[in-house]
C-alpha cells in the first residue's frame, strides 16, 4: 500500500465522488456546527427549494458570536446589542425547530462557542470530516479531524445533502521539535508559526502540526495551535490523535461507549501519517527558539518576542499598520499602557486558559483605568470554574466574569473597545476594527494577557514571575 | 446567478495587502437575516469618516471610480473570516470581478458561487495593474485572460467546475443534489462505522 498522510486518510475515507479535471470531490460531512450568523440565508435557500435537511442528526447547532454575555434580567430576556442580533437567535431557534436539529441554545448546559462546543461534549473526534460556517473551524483539526471553514451557500449544499464539494487541497508539515520554555505556551507557539510563513503561508493547504513539541502539548494546547491555521490561511489544521485524544475524549456524551469505544480507539490509532509519505511541503521550527510572543501590527503575522524591539516598518503596509497601532518601529513594547484586556474565545477560553489567567490574578488587583474580561468557552466551562473558584478570583481581582460566547472577539455582540483603546486580547485576529472600529489589539497568551491586566501594561510575564516569586 | 462570461470596466484599485473581510464588511453588519442590500456596509470602516461623510482618502470614494466592477487589491485579498458576507457587500456594490496575486481560500470559494469572479495574476502583472488604476480592462470568462489597452493578454487559472457553474449561470446545489445515490450508498456503506 502506498504510504499516506493523515490528511489523506481521512479526505479518502470521505469521498462519495472522487475529483476528475472536470469537477471536484463530493466529500460526505461527519459532522455539521451550526450558529446563528452564518446559516439564516442557508435555511432560506432550503425553504424557498422545498428541501429538507439530509441528516439532522448529523447538525449541532449552538447560539455563540451574537448572543450577549451578560445574564438574562429577572424576566428572562437577554440585552442584545440590536433587535437584529435577537431576531438572528429566533431564527436558528425557529429554523432548528422546524428541521428537527439539536439546538443547543439559552439554557443549555452546551451552549457555548461553538468550537468549544464540540469537543467538549465528544462530537468531534478522530477521523472525522467537520465544516462550520466558521473560519476557525480548523480548531477541531486539534483531534485529528479534518475541519475546514465554509460560507453560507456552502451551509446550505451541507443541510441538503451532507456533502461538499471539495478541491483537494496540498498538504504542509510543521514540524516543532524541542521543549517549549517554562512560560511559553501553544498561543506562543502558533504566533511564532503565523509570523514565520506569514498571514498568506497556508493558502490552498492543510497543515499537520507534529513534532515532539507538538506531541507534549495537551488537548487544550492542541486545539489553540489548530484554531489559528487560518490565520496563516490554511484550509485546515490537523494533529494526529495520540493517547492524550483518547483520554480526553473518553466518556463525553457523544463519544462512543463500552465495545464500540474499543473498537473507535483501534481505528484512531491507524490515523498517522505513514513512514515515507510525502508533502507537498515542509517548515522545521525549534520548540527552543519560542519565547513568549505577542502581535504588534494588524495581522496575526506581524509578532515580536514580547520583550524585543519591535521591527522597522519595510514597506507603506507596514506603515500604515504601526501608524494605525500608534507604535514606531525599534519600539520595545513592554511598557506601553493597556486599556482593556480580554481573556476568551474558541482560541482560549478552556478551563486550562482560565487558569492561568487566575493565577495571575490571585491575590492581585486589576490596574487602575484597565477594564478586564473574563469570558469563558461555554456554560460547563463556566460552571466548572465556578466549582474551583476561578470567578471568586476575577471577581476579587477587579475583573468582569461573564457569560459564555464569542464576545469581543468579533466584537458582534456589543463587548468592543473604544476607539485607540489598546486591548491585549487572547483572541485571533488584531485587524483593524475588529474588537471595535479604532481599537487596537495586541494578540497574546492568557498569561500575557493576565499580567497586563493587573500590572496596567505589556509586561513580560517572565520578568514579572520572578519579581513575583 | 446570472451567466458571467465577459466583465469590461475600468479598474478601481485598494493598493494593500491582506485586506481582510473584516474590512471588506465588519462583524457588526452580520446580524442580517438576508443577503441582499450589503452593498451600502462594503469597506464601511474605511469608506465613511466618523460622521459618516464619505471619507474623501479612499480610493473607491474618488470620482474616477464610479461605476467600477473591477478591483485590483493587493496580495493576499480576502484573509480572515468564513462571511460570505463579503463577497455579498462587493456584489452589491457594483463589483463583479476582484484581481489580486493571492486571493484567499475561503473567500474565493464563497465568491465564485455567488458570481464575483476571483483573478490571480502573476506578481509582475499584478504590480502594472495596481500602478495603472483606472485602465480599461476586457475580462474573458471562457478563453480565461484578462485583455489590457496596451494589447497584452494577462491568463489565469480558473477551476473549471466553477468556470462551468459562471459560464451557465447555475449553482452548485443542483450538481449535488443529482449525486444523490451515490450519497445515500456512501451512508449505507458507512452506517455501522465510528467516523
Same mark, same amino acid.
Given at each position: 500500500?502506498?504510504?499516506?498522510?493523515?490528511?489523506?486518510?481521512?479526505?479518502?475515507?470521505?469521498?462519495?465522488?472522487?475529483?476528475?479535471?472536470?469537477?471536484?470531490? !463530493?466529500? /460526505?460531512?461527519?459532522?455539521?456546527?451550526?450558529?446563528?450568523?452564518?446559516?439564516?440565508?442557508?435555511?432560506?435557500?432550503?425553504?424557498?427549494?422545498?428541501?429538507?435537511?439530509?441528516?439532522?442528526?448529523?447538525?449541532?447547532?449552538?447560539?455563540?458570536?451574537?448572543?450577549?454575555?451578560?445574564?438574562?434580567?429577572?424576566?428572562?430576556?437577554? %440585552? /442584545?446589542?440590536?433587535?437584529?442580533?435577537?431576531?438572528?437567535?429566533?431564527?436558528?431557534?425557529?429554523?432548528?425547530?422546524?428541521?428537527?436539529? @439539536?439546538?443547543?441554545?439559552?439554557?443549555?448546559?452546551?451552549?457555548?462557542?461553538?468550537?468549544?462546543?464540540?469537543?467538549? /461534549?465528544? %462530537?468531534?473526534?478522530?477521523?472525522?470530516?467537520?465544516?462550520?460556517?466558521?473560519?476557525?473551524?480548523? !480548531?477541531?483539526?486539534?483531534?485529528?479531524?479534518?475541519?475546514?471553514?465554509?460560507?453560507?451557500? @456552502?451551509?446550505?449544499?451541507?443541510?441538503?445533502?451532507?456533502?461538499?464539494?471539495?478541491?483537494?487541497?496540498? !498538504?504542509?508539515?510543521?514540524?516543532?521539535?524541542?521543549?517549549?520554555?517554562?512560560?511559553?505556551?501553544?498561543?506562543?507557539?502558533?504566533?511564532?508559526?503565523?509570523?514565520?510563513?506569514?498571514?498568506?503561508?497556508?493558502?490552498?493547504?492543510?497543515?499537520?502540526?507534529? #513534532?515532539?513539541?507538538?506531541?507534549?502539548?495537551?488537548?487544550?494546547?492542541?486545539?489553540?495551535?489548530?484554531?489559528?491555521?487560518?490565520?496563516?490561511?490554511?484550509?485546515? #489544521?490537523?494533529?494526529?490523535?495520540?493517547?492524550?485524544?483518547?483520554?480526553? &475524549?473518553?466518556?463525553?456524551?457523544?463519544?462512543?461507549?463500552?465495545?464500540?469505544?474499543?473498537?473507535?480507539?483501534?481505528?484512531?490509532?491507524?490515523?498517522?501519517?505513514?513512514?515515507?509519505?510525502?508533502?507537498?511541503?515542509?517548515?522545521?521550527?525549534?520548540?527552543?527558539?519560542?519565547?513568549?510572543?505577542? !502581535? /504588534?501590527?494588524?495581522?496575526?503575522?506581524?509578532?515580536?518576542?514580547?520583550?524585543?524591539?519591535?521591527?522597522?516598518?519595510?514597506?507603506?503596509?507596514?506603515?500604515?499598520?504601526?501608524?494605525?497601532?500608534?507604535?514606531?518601529?525599534?519600539?520595545?513594547?513592554?511598557?506601553?499602557?493597556?486599556?482593556?484586556?480580554?481573556? #476568551?474565545?474558541?482560541?482560549?477560553?478552556?478551563?486550562?486558559?482560565?487558569?492561568?489567567?487566575?493565577?495571575?490574578?490571585?491575590?492581585?488587583?486589576? %490596574?487602575?483605568?484597565?477594564?478586564?474580561?473574563?469570558?469563558?468557552?461555554?456554560?460547563?466551562?463556566?460552571?466548572?470554574?465556578?466549582?474551583?473558584?476561578?470567578?471568586?478570583?476575577?471577581?476579587?481581582?477587579?475583573? @468582569?466574569?461573564?457569560?459564555?460566547?464569542?464576545?469581543?472577539?468579533?466584537?458582534?455582540?456589543?463587548?468592543?473597545?473604544?476607539?485607540?483603546? &489598546?486591548?491585549?486580547?487572547?483572541?485571533?485576529?488584531?485587524?483593524?476594527?475588529?474588537?471595535?472600529?479604532?481599537?487596537?489589539?495586541?494578540?497574546?497568551?492568557?498569561?500575557?494577557?493576565?499580567?497586563?491586566?493587573?500590572?496596567?501594561?505589556?509586561?513580560?510575564?517572565?520578568?514579572?514571575?520572578?519579581?513575583?516569586? | 446567478?446570472?451567466?458571467?462570461?465577459?466583465?469590461?470596466?475600468?479598474?478601481?484599485?485598494?493598493?494593500?495587502?491582506?485586506?481582510?473581510?473584516?474590512?471588506?464588511?465588519?462583524?457588526?453588519?452580520?446580524?442580517?437575516?438576508?443577503?441582499?442590500?450589503?452593498?451600502?456596509?462594503?469597506?464601511?470602516?474605511?469608506?465613511?469618516?466618523?460622521?459618516?461623510?464619505?471619507?474623501?482618502?479612499?480610493?473607491?470614494?474618488?470620482?474616477?471610480?464610479?461605476?467600477?466592477?473591477?478591483?485590483?487589491?493587493?496580495?493576499?485579498?480576502?484573509?480572515?473570516?468564513?462571511?460570505?458576507?463579503?463577497?455579498?457587500?462587493?456584489?452589491?456594490?457594483?463589483?463583479?470581478?476582484?484581481?489580486?496575486?493571492?486571493?484567499?481560500?475561503?473567500?474565493?470559494?464563497?465568491?465564485?458561487?455567488?458570481?464575483?469572479?476571483?483573478?490571480?495574476?502573476?506578481?509582475?502583472?499584478?504590480?502594472?495593474?495596481?500602478?495603472?488604476?483606472?485602465?480599461?480592462?476586457?475580462?474573458?470568462?471562457?478563453?480565461?485572460?484578462?485583455?489590457?489597452?496596451?494589447?497584452?493578454?494577462?491568463?489565469?487559472?480558473?477551476?473549471?467546475?466553477?468556470?462551468?457553474?459562471?459560464?451557465?449561470?447555475?449553482?452548485?446545489?443542483?450538481?449535488?443534489?443529482?449525486?444523490?445515490?451515490?450519497?445515500?450508498?456512501?451512508?449505507?456503506?458507512?452506517?455501522?462505522?465510528?467516523?
Amino acid at each position: 500500500m502506498t504510504a499516506k498522510t493523515l490528511f489523506e486518510k481521512v479526505w479518502d475515507a470521505h469521498e462519495v465522488v472522487a475529483e476528475t479535471n472536470d469537477t471536484p470531490a !463530493t466529500l /460526505y460531512v461527519d459532522l455539521h456546527l451550526i450558529h446563528e450568523v452564518t446559516t439564516p440565508q442557508a435555511f432560506t435557500e432550503l425553504r424557498q427549494r422545498g428541501l429538507p435537511v439530509r441528516r439532522p442528526d448529523k447538525v449541532l447547532a449552538t447560539l455563540d458570536h451574537s448572543t450577549p454575555t451578560s445574564p438574562a434580567d429577572a424576566a428572562g430576556n437577554y %440585552a /442584545y446589542v440590536t433587535p437584529e442580533a435577537g431576531q438572528q437567535v429566533a431564527m436558528l431557534e425557529a429554523n432548528c425547530a422546524e428541521f428537527g436539529i @439539536e439546538l443547543n441554545g439559552w439554557g443549555s448546559d452546551h451552549r457555548g462557542i461553538v468550537h468549544v462546543i464540540g469537543p467538549e /461534549y465528544g %462530537a468531534t473526534q478522530p477521523g472525522m470530516t467537520i465544516v462550520c460556517g466558521d473560519s476557525h473551524t480548523a !480548531t477541531h483539526g486539534a483531534f485529528g479531524a479534518l475541519a475546514f471553514g465554509i460560507g453560507t451557500t @456552502e451551509v446550505g449544499h451541507v443541510l441538503a445533502t451532507q456533502c461538499l464539494l471539495q478541491r483537494k487541497p496540498k !498538504t504542509l508539515a510543521i514540524h516543532v521539535n524541542g521543549k517549549l520554555k517554562p512560560g511559553v505556551g501553544a498561543k506562543d507557539l502558533i504566533l511564532h508559526v503565523i509570523g514565520k510563513i506569514g498571514v498568506g503561508g497556508g493558502t490552498g493547504q492543510v497543515i499537520e502540526y507534529r #513534532g515532539s513539541a507538538i506531541e507534549a502539548l495537551s488537548m487544550e494546547q492542541r486545539m489553540t495551535v489548530c484554531n489559528m491555521s487560518i490565520e496563516a490561511g490554511a484550509r485546515a #489544521g490537523l494533529i494526529a490523535p495520540d493517547e492524550t485524544t483518547f483520554a480526553w &475524549l473518553k466518556g463525553r456524551p457523544r463519544a462512543p461507549q463500552g465495545a464500540a469505544w474499543d473498537a473507535a480507539v483501534t481505528h484512531w490509532k491507524s490515523l498517522v501519517t505513514d513512514d515515507g509519505a510525502a508533502y507537498d511541503n515542509e517548515v522545521f521550527i525549534d520548540a527552543t527558539d519560542i519565547g513568549a510572543t505577542i !502581535t /504588534y501590527g494588524t495581522h496575526p503575522g506581524m509578532v515580536t518576542p514580547i520583550g524585543a524591539a519591535i521591527p522597522a516598518a519595510r514597506d507603506a503596509q507596514e506603515e500604515k499598520a504601526l501608524a494605525y497601532m500608534q507604535f514606531s518601529g525599534g519600539q520595545r513594547l513592554t511598557g506601553e499602557k493597556v486599556d482593556v484586556v480580554f481573556v #476568551g474565545s474558541c482560541t482560549n477560553s478552556r478551563l486550562s486558559d482560565l487558569r492561568e489567567a487566575a493565577d495571575v490574578m490571585r491575590g492581585r488587583k486589576v %490596574a487602575p483605568g484597565v477594564r478586564a474580561l473574563i469570558v469563558p468557552g461555554s456554560v460547563l466551562i463556566k460552571r466548572e470554574a465556578e466549582a474551583e473558584g476561578l470567578d471568586e478570583v476575577f471577581r476579587a481581582a477587579g475583573a @468582569e466574569w461573564r457569560e459564555a460566547g464569542c464576545s469581543m472577539c468579533i466584537g458582534m455582540n456589543g463587548d468592543i473597545a473604544q476607539p485607540g483603546q &489598546l486591548v491585549v486580547s487572547t483572541s485571533n485576529r488584531n485587524f483593524e476594527g475588529r474588537q471595535g472600529k479604532g481599537a487596537r489589539t495586541v494578540l497574546a497568551s492568557p498569561l500575557v494577557a493576565a499580567v497586563a491586566a493587573v500590572t496596567g501594561q505589556i509586561t513580560d510575564p517572565s520578568t514579572f514571575l520572578e519579581q513575583a516569586a | 446567478m446570472k451567466p458571467l462570461t465577459q466583465i469590461r470596466s475600468r479598474t478601481a484599485v485598494l493598493p494593500f495587502e491582506n485586506i481582510d473581510t473584516d474590512r471588506i464588511i465588519p462583524a457588526r453588519f452580520l446580524t442580517t437575516t438576508e443577503r441582499s442590500g450589503l452593498g451600502r456596509f462594503a469597506f464601511n470602516d474605511w469608506r465613511y469618516s466618523a460622521d459618516g461623510s464619505d471619507n474623501p482618502d479612499f480610493p473607491l470614494n474618488k470620482p474616477e471610480t464610479k461605476g467600477c466592477a473591477i478591483l485590483v487589491a493587493g496580495h493576499n485579498f480576502g484573509c480572515g473570516s468564513s462571511r460570505e458576507h463579503a463577497p455579498w457587500a462587493l456584489l452589491d456594490f457594483g463589483l463583479q470581478a476582484v484581481i489580486s496575486s493571492e486571493i484567499a481560500d475561503i473567500f474565493r470559494s464563497n465568491s465564485l458561487k455567488n458570481g464575483l469572479l476571483t483573478i490571480v495574476v502573476p506578481a509582475d502583472a499584478h504590480r502594472r495593474l495596481l500602478e495603472q488604476p483606472g485602465i480599461e480592462l476586457s475580462i474573458d470568462v471562457r478563453e480565461q485572460f484578462v485583455a489590457v489597452p496596451d494589447g497584452s493578454r494577462i491568463g489565469f487559472e480558473l477551476e473549471p467546475f466553477a468556470k462551468h457553474c459562471l459560464l451557465n449561470g447555475v449553482d452548485q446545489l443542483g450538481y449535488l443534489l443529482q449525486q444523490n445515490d451515490a450519497i445515500t450508498a456512501y451512508e449505507h456503506q458507512h452506517k455501522d462505522q465510528a467516523a
